[in-house]
């Protein structure tokens, strides 16, 4: 997924000739303030490449609204510029029918890559991971590191800070940093360079624990493995900064009531649904506190200045709640 190489003029009223090299980001964020019709045009306007990153810097609540009038083969143009994980969220918001036929006009490769992502739960590591990394068998040198890796510059992920060693049945033995190959005499072998402590997960560990061992030890990335020390793929950091973000926007929401899965775009007739049934509960404890305040209306009536204090301790103890909420 790469950076457009002309922006695309998402304002009707600015001409074309104004137009200004623009980031996704500043692309997605245009989309999002245009009326759903008018945003849904514009981003068909877009070449394939252009979608996929913009794709990735919108919300995933507001996906389906995008996807939904893009053809199959439309939408397959856009899975084969994103990256694989982000491939397998795109693909869990689309039916089951045109999923299917997503995947079925996938090339081979793709699809299988892809498939196995999609056999891991969305909330563990195999479900974050990126399956973008590279591996080195421990008997090279350094020389021939080199060199294997300069023979396939189509295969670079897009960031490198560690290459990984395993031996000849995939499994993780070692870590070696990327510079060890830039500055070590090229007659050195892999198998003395590389560190054999290496911290990982599990495939099937749960996403939230992971993206506490970043915040506690701020990892750039760790191996995801499977039972077996089979590496699979990689979680890197602004991933489980992600999860953080996603984990504490639920928490805070479940302290008031929404669904934990509620966003500013989530369409209004969703917002009600999971709405609802908290609203009525908390009608149904206001009636009962107005029925406990109706069993005193004759002190209140016969002392009137009690009255004044009902808002305020309904309003001191709501506040108070609401803080006590805060800080667990």
């Known amino acids: 997924m790469g950076t457009p190489n002309e922006g695309t003029n998402l304002n009707p009223g600015q001409p074309d000739s104004e137009q200004i090299r623009s980031h996704p980001a500043d692309l997605a964020d245009a989309l999002e303030r245009l009326a759903p019709e008018e945003a849904d045009q514009s981003f068909r306007k877009l070449p394939a490449d252009e979608r996929a990153a913009v794709l990735a810097e919108l919300d995933r609540e507001t996906w389906p609204a995008f996807l939904e009038h893009q053809s199959v083969p439309e939408i397959v143009s856009v899975v084969s510029e994103l990256p694989h994980e982000d491939a397998v969220d795109l693909l869990g918001v689309l039916p089951t029918e045109k999923r299917t036929q997503v995947l079925s006009q996938i090339p081979p490769d793709e699809r299988q890559q892809i498939n196995r992502l999609l056999t891991y739960p969305p909330d563990t590591a195999g479900g974050i991971m990126t399956d973008e990394y590279i591996c080195l068998r421990q008997d090279l040198t350094v020389e021939q590191a080199q060199a294997l890796l300069r023979s396939r510059p189509e295969e670079a992920p897009r960031s490198v800070a560690y290459l990984y060693v395993v031996d000849d049945a995939s499994r993780l033995v070692g870590i070696i940093p990327i ?79 929404l669904s934990g899965e509620e966003r500013v775009l989530t369409p209004w007739h969703q917002s009600i649904r999971r709405r609802l049934p908290w609203l009525c509960i908390n009608l149904g404890t206001a009636f009962l506190a107005a029925a406990v305040v109706g069993a005193f209306e004759e002190t209140i009536a016969a002392w009137t200045a009690l009255a004044i204090f009902l808002p305020i301790v309904a309003g001191q103890g709501g506040n108070a709640g609401m803080q006590t909420l805060t800080v667990i």
């Open 179 to 257: 510079h060890d190959l830039v500055f070590r005499a090229p007659h050195r072998k892999i198998s003395d360079l590389m560190s054999r402590e290496v911290k990982h997960v599990w495939v099937d560990d749960d996403q939230e624990q992971i993206a506490r061992l970043f915040e506690h030890y701020h990892y750039m990335a760790l191996p995801v493995l499977e039972r077996d020390r089979k590496l699979v793929g990689l979680v890197l950091a602004h991933q489980a900064m992600n999860v953080l973000q996603s984990e504490a926007t639920e928490d805070m929401q479940l302290m008031v009531g």
